[in-house]
């Protein structure tokens, strides 16, 4: 079995036209086509366009003027048995 790569454009009759070259002759040839559309990546939303307030994050981010947070104690771990 062997795989070959290709990008072929889809013409505008929604019709993909295949010519693919094989170097085989008179076989009978089992073919399988996986194909996926190509899209270029969308631009990435802005802050404001997902909902946030204008200046929001550079408002927020160190903003904490408080005394330093500090993560308490964890305790001991439980150990469990196990499900299965």
């Known amino acids: 079995m062997q795989s070959i790569k290709f990008r072929y454009r889809v013409g505008i009759d929604g019709i993909l036209h295949l010519e693919i070259p094989v170097g085989i002759t008179e076989k009978d040839l089992e073919v399988m086509v996986i194909f996926q559309p190509l899209e270029a990546p969308l631009p990435a939303k802005t802050p404001e366009e997902l909902g946030w307030p204008p200046g929001f ?24 048995e196990p499900l299965f």
């Open 57 to 80: 994050f550079e408002e927020v981010i160190g903003g904490w003027v408080g005394e330093p947070l500090e993560r308490a104690e964890q305790g001991e771990f439980e150990t469990r």
